[in-house]
Every structure is written in C-alpha cells, then in structure tokens.
C-alpha cells in the first residue's frame, strides 16, 4: 500500500461496524482520500472476498482505478460484508488487524 496506510483500513473497518451511527464519518475519511488511496481500499477490499490474491494486489488497484465509475464510500458502503473483507484483506497482506484496530480505538 502506497497511498493508503493500514491505519486508515483499521479505520474505514470500525466505522463500518457501526454504519448505522458512523456513516456520515465513514462517508467523509474515505471521500478526504486520494484517488490512489480509494483505489488500494477497493483493493482491499477485493482480496479479502477473494476476487484477487494478494500478490495481485497491484493489479487489482490498476483494475479499480480503470473501473471506478461511482464514488468510492457509496461502492464500498454498498458493499455486504465490507468490515469482514477489509479484515481479510489486510490479513492476507500481512497486517496484523488486531494491532492496527487496537491504534484507532
């Protein structure tokens, strides 16, 4: 991850546990991000529902970048599971998740 640290998907992680509270905050972290940091959260995001491995990480941003057709919070808040495959998307990267949530609460 260049643009996008693991703290900010521990972030976007417990913000998504508590949509129904902290959508509004959710929705603003991920719309201050850049278009690089929105791509490598897709990305995430996509590793860890298993639609690319890790080591095709970097395709996978090159392919949300090139596909990003609505806003990043709106895909990913439309997305089920989001929390869940962003945990296991940095587990399969080599974050351990445990420590990045345990910096952001």
Partial sequence: MNELSPRQVAAVIVMARELERAEPELRGLIARMSEEAQAELVAVMWVGRGAFEAEEYAEAVAT???EATTPTEDYLIGTPHLSDNLEAGLEAL??????EEGEVL
């Fill in 64 to 66: 949300a970048m090139a």
């Fill in 94 to 99: 080599g974050y351990d998740v445990a420590d």
